[in-house]
């Protein structure tokens, strides 16, 4: 009984937690590209007066998303429709199970393990939903009967499957260094030193495969520069002929998409939660320093460090949105096969062979 | 790691394949868009060097991987005749490519891998094995059927055989998923070995799983009632093409048959023989009451090679060690004949792609006679005349059916090989004895005739010494774990 | 519970894989076929073997029938036009109903027991580490060779889709 009200508590802060930050997220990259653009952005929306930075922007967003006409295009089929921003949506919400967000907390004899989901294939998991969500992308392309939406959802399929590969290729270097698919295991193998002082986060052991994972990642999240499904100021995309809450919904995956591939990069290349040279019992720096804290104190300096990093990634992607234009779609498909997957396989080798040579 | 059990020497053959199929690729790749000829010479010497491999590890390899495959005597006599048609096909190729303006790198690649696919067919111990090595060896054949894309026939005919042929893969995989079910293995000592204890050897999952495999294999046999794909996709392929698929995949058919139900053979009872002799009988006599008819030389071969998985059927129905060293030394020399006859089909075709009537070969005794005394080698091979291999092919096959005592099926073999004299003979009738009918001369395409010439040698040299041969295919059988 | 889960997994994936066959829209028989495979993969998981269930996912689920649904959208099927019973269908029907009365007696012959215990013996036989091990070991020939099919494929994709000179 305990344990399955220990399970819903956990599943209910993490929903509660991922939606607020992609709620954020939305206010984020309005004023984020405002200061880039030497604009004030967002700041109008307010409640009695108060206008505390522009922060009720996203619920205005989301009010006028509630009050907006459901629109329903009448050639197209309208259970498909439906089902495609659900097919978006539900995917990216899912993976977040599997991502450790801090070790295990101790009240009295309760150990509880921050982590709502440790599977043996936690990897595999990810990436599996992952590939979910090129479904809302496709059947929202057809099921609105239209030829822009048409067009961004072909555009869809073919980028989203293409990149697929690269992202799940650019794990596997990390799953040989790590030799296990566990996303809990993992993140505790990174809080390891390597020649003494430094982490043996991903980062430094599969410095490549950061560099091609992030960009397929963004690339699987469908924004600028890899935004041709969408793409606004040519085909309008997939979701041309969506309003309304609908709308909103693939509106709102994209920032969930957000948070996901930060909390994924953070958990998988700079050591999920942990901080360098903190343990359990507290600090223990290279150079001789102890500093004991209190186990409280541990975890929670730890849930920061995981939402300090979430933080940093989301703040990187929407600088890299409002940075670089946008891709044409042959030069698209060919960073992804001819650029980054010989690149990928290449990591794969190498990592095998270091890994060789170091056995013996 | 224990890298003992796997001893690459068992393999060798197709590793070489295999990693010829990359170097042809990258030669391919390097020699520019218009040569081809770069692409040729490299696959060339990669045959050349899987055929000296063969020959060194000659019955050395034994069971390794896991018991996955055996590199004994009966594998390397096979891969010598794999070899031996990829050789042929190689050569000869590149005119009939020229000529259609279908002359890309990948068909070298492709007739490398699909004959390393060959090579595990003929040595894999192990159900997954054999499976694996099929589907490499028609995927590149599908894909090859469909080589030329300008042409309707050749499109259809890769269409047709992918789609009947990945349904036949079905079958075999289901019959290897109940055989799996029944014993818990895939490995084929375990089954001969559970055959060989079961009191009833079809009891549970274990009949339909060895119908299910039957089937598989015999599709790619093109017996009948699972023969329809073969002459629309013989006739509808690139003619170079069908040379290849008539005589290298039944071979490899045919060994995978012998890895699997040879050793079990015995113990497999009453209901397996009255199914094979079945098949056997309505296979010789289906094939050649077809072939009787056709216009097209490509659709008369077809069918004449639907009849000789007929006769081959005898000898694994025989179940002795002749039955299988005749099959070894029948199917050795059948694709000498049928690669050399399908390759003078189109050396003499003057009507352009897709017209393979047999009046091509009017006169052709008289403008090209070393042509024609060739054909007339392969044709009368075909039929078994004495001096030839083919004889000794089918004297070998049916006599083993005799000491089995399967009478009567021999008499019906006898009958058909009557049959199909009348219209191999045909050929040679028209070769030398119809009037002109004003046709262009046939071109002089000295490799391809090299080929050809190769081919009628080795019938005429098989038929002479068919005795040191079949020692050799004996031996090869007897290696088999 | 097992139980429970498992008649709901073999109900929704019996009913998904009928309507594949039985829809008039090839998007609806696709995205009723993802639903079997998912169902399938589910059953995978149920039977501890979650790598192959993720597989499954990864591969049919998401990259293949996208594909399929891709090919779906680039030639824009119309929908099968209804008509009377085509004698390909009849011929279908006959051989499922012939197939099916087989594999009936094919299990009533065969009694399978309740328990085999065989998940019990082998512990971890689904797990990644154990099927990684058995595929570098013991299935590492066909491991290989089903790389060298995938290549054969991917040069006949590069020769039938070879632009028409």
Redesign the interface.
């Given at each position: 009984m305990l344990e399955t009200i220990i399970i819903l508590v956990k599943v209910w802060a993490v929903l509660l937690t991922l939606v607020s930050l992609a709620a954020i997220m939305t206010w984020v990259e309005r004023k984020e590209s405002a200061i880039m653009q030497d604009r004030l952005g967002a700041n109008r929306a307010d409640i009695l007066g108060f206008r505390v930075i522009g922060l009720f922007q996203p619920m205005a967003d989301g009010l006028k998303m509630f009050f907006k006409e459901d629109f329903v295009p009448p050639q197209g089929?309208k259970i498909?429709h439906t089902l495609a921003p659900v097919l978006a949506f539900f995917p990216a919400m899912v993976t977040f199970a599997v991502i450790p967000f801090g070790n295990v907390l101790n009240i009295g004899d309760l150990a509880i393990k921050l982590q709502i989901a440790d599977?043996?294939?936690g990897l595999?998991?990810i990436?599996?939903f992952?590939?979910?969500t090129?479904?809302g992308v496709?059947?929202a392309?057809?099921s609105s009967n239209s030829k822009y939406a048409?067009l961004g959802?072909?555009r869809g399929?073919?980028q989203?499957?293409s990149y697929?590969v690269v992202l799940?290729l650019s794990l596997v270097g990390l799953v040989m260094v790590y030799g296990t698919?566990q996303l809990d295991r993992m993140v505790l193998a990174q809080n390891e030193l390597l020649f003494g002082f430094l982490p043996a986060w991903g980062i430094f052991l599969q410095p490549l495969a950061f560099l091609l994972f992030f960009p397929a990642a963004i690339a699987e999240s469908k924004r600028i520069p890899f935004d041709l499904p969408e793409a606004e100021s040519e085909i309008v995309g997939y979701y041309t002929e969506y309003s309304g809450l609908r709308f909103g919904l693939f509106y709102f995956a994209e920032f969930v998409e957000i948070i996901v591939i930060s909390a994924l990069v953070s958990t998988l290349f700079f050591g999920g939660y942990h901080i360098p040279w903190l343990y359990e019992e507290g600090f223990a720096f290279p150079w001789g320093w102890t500093w004991e804290l209190p186990h409280l104190v541990v975890v929670i300096l730890r849930l920061a460090a995981f939402f300090v990093k979430i933080a940093f990634f989301a703040w990187l992607q929407v600088l890299i949105r409002w940075t670089l234009p946008r891709f044409r779609f042959d030069q698209m498909m060919r960073l992804c096969w001819k650029g980054l997957l010989p690149l990928v396989v290449l990591n794969i080798l190498v990592t095998g062979l270091i890994l060789l040579l170091a056995q013996n | 790691m224990d890298l003992s059990r796997f001893n690459l020497i068992t393999i060798a053959t197709p590793l070489v394949l295999g990693a010829g199929v990359l170097l042809v690729m990258l030669v391919d790749l390097l020699s520019g868009r218009a040569n081809r000829r770069p692409a040729q010479l490299a696959a060339l010497a990669v045959v050349l060097a899987a055929a000296a491999v063969c020959l060194a590890t000659w019955n050395t390899g034994g069971v390794s991987f896991f018991g996955q495959v055996s590199g004994d005597g009966f594998a390397s006599f096979f891969n010598l005749i794999f070899l031996a048609v990829a050789f042929l096909v190689i050569l000869a190729g590149p005119a009939y490519l020229e000529r259609n303006a279908i002359h890309f790198g990948e068909y070298y690649s492709l007739v490398l891998v699909s004959v390393m696919g060959m090579a595990f067919m003929a040595a894999g111990t192990n159900l997954l094995v054999i499976f694996l090595g099929l589907e490499t060896m028609s995927l590149a054949l599908y894909v090859l059927a469909g080589f030329n894309p300008a042409r309707q026939s050749s499109n259809e005919a890769s269409l047709k055989y992918l789609l009947l042929g990945s349904f036949a893969t079905g079958f075999l995989v289901f019959g290897i998923a109940l055989v799996y079910g029944q014993i818990g293995s895939t490995d084929l000592a375990r089954f001969s070995a559970y055959l060989a204890g079961a009191g009833d050897p079809f009891a549970g999952y274990m009949g339909a799983g060895v119908a299910l495999l039957l089937i598989g294999l015999t599709f790619k046999m093109a017996v009948v009632p699972f023969h329809f794909w073969s002459p629309d996709v013989y006739d509808g392929a690139p003619t170079v093409v069908s040379a290849f698929m008539s005589a290298a995949p039944k071979a490899a058919a045919f060994a995978a048959a012998l890895r699997i139900f040879y050793a079990p053979a015995e113990s497999l009872g009453l209901p397996w023989e009255r199914i094979l002799w079945i098949l056997a009988a309505l296979t010789m006599t289906v094939g050649n009451l077809s072939a009787l008819n056709q216009a097209s030389i490509k659709r008369m071969l077809a069918y004449s090679s639907v009849a000789h998985a007929g006769y081959l059927l005898l000898g694994i129905l025989a179940g002795n060690e002749l039955g299988a060293a005749g099959i070894l030394f029948y199917l050795a020399s059948y694709v000498f004949m049928n690669v050399g006859a399908f390759t003078v089909a189109w050396m003499v075709n003057r009507r352009g792609e897709g017209r393979y009537d047999l009046g091509d070969f009017a006169q052709l005794g008289f403008r090209r006679p070393l042509l024609a005394a060739m054909m007339s080698v392969f044709m009368l091979g075909l039929i078994g005349i004495p001096p030839l291999a083919g004889f000794f092919g089918k004297l070998y096959v049916f006599t083993a059916a005799v000491q089995a005592g399967y009478v009567w099926l021999v008499v019906i073999a006898v009958l058909n090989s009557a049959v199909s004299v009348f219209y191999y003979l045909r050929v040679m009738v028209i070769m030398y004895m119809r009037e002109n009918e004003a046709l262009k001369d046939v071109d002089r395409i000295p490799a391809t005739f090299a080929a050809v010439a190769a081919c009628a040698l080795m019938v005429i040299l098989l038929g002479l010494i068919p005795g040191s041969v079949l020692d050799v295919a004996r031996a090869a059988v007897a290696s088999m774990p | 519970m097992e139980a429970f889960f498992f008649l709901l997994l073999a109900v929704v994936s019996i009913f998904s894989g009928l309507m594949v066959i039985l829809q008039k829209s090839p998007v609806a028989s696709v995205l009723f076929l993802v639903l079997t495979l998912v169902c399938v993969a589910a059953l995978f998981v149920m039977l501890s073997a979650p790598f192959i269930a993720a597989i499954q996912v990864i591969i049919y689920a998401g990259a293949i029938m996208v594909l399929f649904l891709f090919v779906l959208m680039l030639l824009n099927l119309q929908r099968f036009t209804e008509g009377a019973w085509s004698r390909f269908q009849i011929t279908g029907v006959v051989v499922a109903a012939v197939l099916a009365v087989v594999t009936a007696l094919l299990l009533r012959a065969v009694p399978l027991p309740a328990d085999s215990g065989f998940l019990r013996e082998t512990p971890g036989l689904g797990s990644v580490e154990a099927v990684g091990l058995s595929l570098f070991t013991e299935y590492l020939l066909p491991f290989e060779i089903a790389s060298f099919l995938l290549l054969a494929g991917i040069i006949g994709a590069v020769i039938l889709s070879r632009r028409r000179p």
């Open positions: 089929n498909l599977l043996n294939i595999l998991f990436l599996a992952g590939g979910f090129s479904y496709v059947l392309g057809w048409m959802g072909l399929a073919a989203l499957i697929e799940g698919l | - | -």
